[in-house]
């Protein structure tokens, strides 16, 4: 079974994008640090292949701070060529991040130093992963529209810092088919890149609590004050929706309310800092 979700905006954005490329010295591709291989679009990865890049690893704050220091090792150390770089955006050190980027990228095109040239660089990412944050955010104001659902941004923006580098944004673009099954695509639907229509939230639900019971239990436990981990991931969404009420005529659990209590409590940092997959995990 496969999602098909690819808005025609998002097609024309992979065709802008392809179009500009030429023109651009450094990429920024933005990552969701919870899931850096799933939100790595393969379209994109083809279309920037030989440019210097920064990958910028979003919502850090909400993840497992330990697996992030391991995906920053692991995107660096990956390339062969040093035209790459990995760093940590977070929100709570926004005056960082203006200083980091551009002196970054001055060191990824060197030759683009100097009173007479800037730095040109492109944003991309998968949808509602943090490009827009990033750019509010080093350029100390709001000049894109920042939403907590996809495809936000619908059009090409180009700003320029008050270091003299540009910034082109672009629309998120999603590749053309997904699988339903896969576990790339579960951590997709359960992390908000994907819309939650395409998605049911019980089967995400289901596919978290399996997840958060192997690698998080103590704080799925702690969160929603479990006396002992639950033996499996039914169990676990069915204890989840009798403690917030999720309970239709009959006293039978609704777990598609329930998945939609794990689904945010996750989203929103509430059941604490989780990273959904690690270097060494398979795709």
């Known amino acids: ?33 919870r899931m850096p291989r799933a939100s790595a679009n393969p379209v994109l990865a083809e279309l920037c292949a030989h440019k210097a890049c920064i990958k910028i690893l979003s919502k850090s704050d909400l993840a497992d701070p330990e697996v992030t ?6 995107l660096e150390s990956a390339d062969g060529n040093g035209r790459v770089a990995a760093i940590a955006l977070t929100t709570t050190r926004p005056g960082e991040m203006r200083a980091k980027i551009p002196e970054i990228c001055k060191r990824l095109v060197p030759h683009r ?4 040239k800037s730095v040109r660089a492109m944003v991309v990412g998968i949808p509602n992963v943090g490009k827009s944050t990033l750019i509010n955010t080093l350029m100390e104001r709001k000049v894109t529209k920042v939403g907590d659902e996809p495809a936000v941004t619908k059009s090409q923006q180009l700003v320029t810092l008050k270091s003299g580098m540009t910034l082109s944004d672009n629309p998120g673009i999603l590749w053309p088919r997904s699988d339903i099954d896969s576990a790339a695509t579960m951590r997709l639907a359960l992390g908000g890149a994907l819309p939650d229509t395409v998605m049911d939230y019980e089967y995400v639900g289901l596919f978290a609590a399996e997840f958060f019971l192997t690698r998080y239990p103590q704080l799925l436990c702690t969160r929603f004050k479990l006396d002992e981990v639950p033996a499996s991931p039914m169990e676990a969404l069915q204890t989840i929706g009798r403690k917030r009420g999720c309970i239709r005529s009959g006293g039978v659990v609704d777990l598609h309310k329930a998945g939609d209590v794990l689904i945010h409590e996750f989203r929103n940092g509430t059941l604490g800092r989780i990273t959904l997959e690690a270097p060494s995990d398979p795709p």
């Open 1 to 33: 079974m496969t999602i098909q979700w690819y808005p025609g905006h998002m097609n024309k954005a992979r065709k802008a994008i392809a179009d500009a490329l030429p023109t651009k010295d450094v990429v920024l591709e933005v990552l969701d640090a």
């Open 69 to 74: 220091k391991e995906w920053i090792r692991y």
């Open 113 to 116: 130093t100097g009173p007479t």
